[in-house]
């Protein structure tokens, strides 16, 4: 769809990065020490951090990606929602407080308490930089979805525009300001998603009056027709029709259901059928790319159950063991993220880290449950734009007016700045704490530390606007799905063993975060989606079959830590001295 | 923050033993419970149409459950913990400011 510049969008968006970037200014002079700048002194109060875990978990994918996967395929985008909260059980049962007492600044330094391993301290922070690259791709593309409707301009520009912000707002005041943008984020986006969800279940759900005709979409040397005419919205043009409707409701002889309950709206989206649409993008001898778009009538029932989004879309072949494999990966992915991991740094003891988990996984586990029905009420809408469901959230609050669209597409915006400050801040720590003092031994004052922190800082985030431009036609939520599959592989089963298994060698974390972090990385970049929308070949052609690695690369990297900790268990000391493990 | 004593030291590490123990036993709750799910999801998709509560159908209801069954055995768990003694002096902001320049310089 042809979007054009939105005045009060712009005058929102516009208001909400000024209070942003006043507030990074402000905070600045209290992060001068490396303390302040990676950790915040380990004194935000544990609801600040709770809410600001929020603002840093719910990123693009989860705002942007799921409601989109929702609004096209129905239940199977929730799944990425039960899968998301889900693995905060993992973060607070397991995690939480011993990473809190092992730790200083990074996720190499718990890994590493026990051992002082130079191999360790390379591999985790590796680890740590890649990770945090994968998952700022989706908060870039994100960014890029998001520029387009709000101001006019084309992908690349949202690129550029949140790179540049969140670089000035990691420079200026580093994890002070980054928690600080995620709270006010985290508030906001719960608050006003809410509100959202309470208008769509007082539209209810409304019928049909016609029925929309299929589209066809040409781009060639550049110049871009829809069913024949050139794209726009004069005289003469045409563009890409609003879809997503309701082809009959429960009650056939009703055009409207008027407003419903939470539980009534589900109910009634289950008993209709509802009108879902599908764009298929084929390239042509000729050199163009022709684009069908269809719409099929499908049953409620049939989307409220897991089904054509592994079925159809992700991997067509092994669609159970994607989906099993997929939600393995949530679950242990989230405690193995280095950017939320951090965050238990910046509080001040484990009595902290658990109720500012535990504040968390409230915030975060309601707006879950939003998502369902901002999905759902975005698939009929009405107003989707059936070749891009990144914008289902934003093009569904535009249904309801020019101002709750302007406010939730600033919403969005300040969601991926909160969570690409904080990837930033844990990327940049990586470098410096992990790679240049710790491992490469630089004697750095801790002003150098800050200092090269932030010229790190700049080099992570010119890296992430590349890569938001490269991956600009995979949806955002399934680009996320891939970083929690590097994540769990890399780095939950080194994390696990060494809390729990007093066997466990410096080699063998070693060894499993190295194989867990290849062999995922390999399995994802050889899948049918790289194939297709990264590197423009055929699908059928990738060598690996299904696109979520998780369940074969996570019992990998466990079954190498076991292995190699056992061929490498130091020699049988004195009885008097004590085993090194029992002193953790 | 200055150091912790001894028999401070001492205590914490049963509280943590005690925390670490508690937590295990929730996530195994849980993990039991979201298997149940994925297994349902995978093999019994039929089943998950079922309408229940409200006319809504077991995947939806199942799901919203592990979601708000997350926060209540988190709480339950905030509850159960044992709470680590801190016998270190509780410094100003200034001072932590202070101290955590003074910690960079020595190391």
């Known amino acids: 769809m042809k979007y054009d510049f939105s005045w009060p969008a712009f005058a929102v968006f516009a208001f909400f990065v000024s209070i942003v970037l006043g507030l990074s200014f402000y905070l600045g002079r209290k992060a001068k020490s490396a303390k302040g700048y990676y950790a915040a002194h380990g004194q935000i109060h544990w609801f600040v951090n709770g809410i600001a875990f929020a603002g840093d978990y719910l990123s693009a994918a989860s705002f942007l990606g799921i409601c989109g996967v929702i609004a096209f395929f129905g239940h199977d985008g929730f799944l990425y929602s039960i899968g998301y909260l889900a693995g905060w059980v993992v973060a607070l049962f397991v995690v939480a407080e011993p990473l809190k007492r092992m730790g200083k600044f990074t996720f190499a330094d718990a890994l590493d308490s026990k051992f ?32 387009k409707p709000l101001l006019g301009l084309p992908h690349i520009a949202g690129v550029v525009i949140v790179g540049v912000i969140v670089i000035v707002i990691v420079v200026t005041a580093g994890m002070v300001s980054t928690t600080w943008v995620q ?54 043009e045409a563009d890409i029709r609003p879809v997503g409707s309701v082809v009959s409701l429960p009650d ?13 709206f589900i109910a009634a989206v289950q008993n209709s059928t509802i009108r879902t649409w599908s764009a298929k993008t084929a390239k042509q001898p000729d050199g163009s790319e022709v684009t069908a778009i269809k719409s ?153 530390k800050v200092r090269a922190g932030k010229i790190a800082a700049v080099f992570v985030g010119i890296i992430a606007m590349f890569l938001g431009v490269a991956f600009e036609r995979l949806n955002v939520t399934f680009l996320v799905g891939w970083a929690f599959n590097v994540a769990a592989s890399a780095n939950l089963p080194a994390l696990i063993m060494l809390l729990f298994w007093k066997r466990t060698t410096k080699q063998g974390i070693t060894a499993s ?58 020699k049988r000391v004195s009885p008097a001295v004590p085993a090194m493990a029992a002193s953790v | 923050m200055g150091t912790m004593s001894e028999s401070t030291r001492g205590r914490n590490s049963d509280a943590w033993a005690y925390n670490a123990r508690v937590g295990l036993i929730l996530f195994g709750v849980y993990c039991v419970f979201y298997g149940g799910f994925i297994y349902l ?55 932590v400011a202070e101290k955590a320049v003074e910690e960079e310089g020595a190391a």
């Open chain 1, 116 to 147: 002082n391993s130079r191999g360790i301290k390379l591999t985790a922070a590796i680890s740590t930089l890649i990770v945090s690259i994968f998952y700022l791709i989706p908060q870039m593309v994100g960014a890029g979805v998001l520029v």
């Open chain 1, 183 to 236: 709270f006010i984020k985290g508030s906001l986006l719960v608050f006003f998603c809410a509100i959202l969800v309470v208008m769509i279940l007082n539209r209810g759900l409304v019928k049909e009056t016609e029925v929309p005709q299929n589209q066809v979409v040409v781009k060639k040397d550049g110049a871009v027709t829809v069913d024949g005419k050139p794209q726009g919205h004069g005289p003469g």
């Open chain 1, 296 to 448: 099929a009538e499908t049953k409620g029932a049939d989307l409220l159950v897991r089904g054509s989004y592994f079925e159809k879309g992700l991997s067509p072949e092994y669609p159970r063991l994607d989906f099993i494999s997929l939600m393995l990966a949530l679950f242990c992915g989230t405690a193995s993220l280095p950017h939320i991991l951090i965050r238990y740094y910046t509080v001040k003891d484990g009595a902290a880290a658990r109720k500012s988990t535990v504040a968390g996984i409230a915030a975060i586990g309601f707006f879950y449950v939003l998502t369902l029905f901002l999905g759902l009420g975005a698939m009929t809408s009405g107003a989707m734009d059936p070749t891009d469901n990144n914008m289902a959230a934003p093009l569904l609050a535009k249904s309801f007016g020019e101002l709750p669209f302007a406010i939730i597409s600033a919403i969005a915006f300040t969601t991926v700045l909160g969570t690409v400050s904080g990837l930033i801040i844990a990327a940049s720590g990586a470098v410096v704490h992990d790679l240049m003092t710790n491992f490469g031994g630089m004697k750095l004052d801790d002003h150098g």
């Open chain 1, 513 to 570: 975060i190295l194989v867990g972090l290849v062999s995922s990385l390999t399995m994802l970049l050889l899948s049918g989606p790289a194939f297709d929308k990264v590197y423009g070949l055929k699908a059928a052609d990738a060598p690996v079959p299904f696109t979520q690695p998780g369940i074969i690369t996570i019992p990998l990297a466990f079954l190498v830590l076991i292995v190699v900790s056992l061929l490498t268990q130091p």
């Open chain 1, 252 to 264: 056939p002889k009703q055009t409207s259901t008027g407003p419903l309950g939470p539980l009534e």
């Open chain 2, 41 to 95: 999801s995978a093999f019994d998709r039929e089943y998950t149409k079922t309408p229940s509560l409200g006319g809504v159908n077991v995947a939806t209801l199942y799901g919203f459950a592990l979601i708000i069954g997350a926060f209540i055995l988190a709480l339950l768990y905030m509850v159960l913990c044992r709470r680590e003694v801190d016998d270190r002096p509780e410094l100003s902001e200034a001072e």
